[in-house]
């Protein structure tokens, strides 16, 4: 599925020719928004978009790593036949009810790209990203402000229905100089690189990751 999602389709990779869930519901983007931590808690979207100083993935440079969503065509075709874009049918709906096999559903991470990034193994694009400003001592998300960049993936999340498979299948993909491994075997002061990565600095033991 990745080598798929990732194949050249008239000079650029077959997931960018997904829609997103912005399209399915008639809507358009103002850019990529940064990825946040996970929570527990149920969020809507307006909550969603106002994010902490501590709810930010950054990488070396201070950056705010960025992601954006698609869906496949089968995808979006189930959720407007269910009529799941209003969250009073969500609410409703039965949560045993399966997605139809071939479901598709990506999310994808970037970084902004800066001088001394840029790597022969990295794709790279241009793309909107919505600016971060500070509100009431706040960095949140400005929607009516974006900056153009260059975008670096770093991340590549899929979720896919298979047949025989009552839930969504998760495969996980990141850019091989995202982090270093950490050995099994390793203590608190063992230094597990001296190189630096895109988002660990290196020379420093576990105790500081």
Known sequence: MFLWLTQDVDGKPRFLTLQSPYEMLGMTSRGLMPRMEKSDAAESFDEYLQVGTDGIMV???GKAVYYFQYIDTTFANFMKKENLTDPAVVRKFDPDT??????????????????????????????EVNRLVNRDGKIVIDPTQTDT??????????????????????ATFEHKENAPNVPADAGPDTVVSNQDWTFLPGRNPVSKL
Do not use: C, T
């Not at 970037?110 to 001088?115: A, L, N």
């Not at 260059?150 to 299948?169: D, S, T």
């Open 59 to 61: 990488d070396q440079n």
């Open 98 to 127: 399966p997605f139809p096999v071939g479901a598709v559903e990506l999310k994808v991470s970037w970084k902004v790209m800066q001088p001394g990034d840029y790597r022969s193994d990295m794709f790279v694009m241009n793309g």
């Open 149 to 170: 960049v260059q975008l670096g993936l770093v991340g590549f999340h899929i979720a896919g229905v298979v047949k025989g498979h009552p839930e969504m299948i998760w």
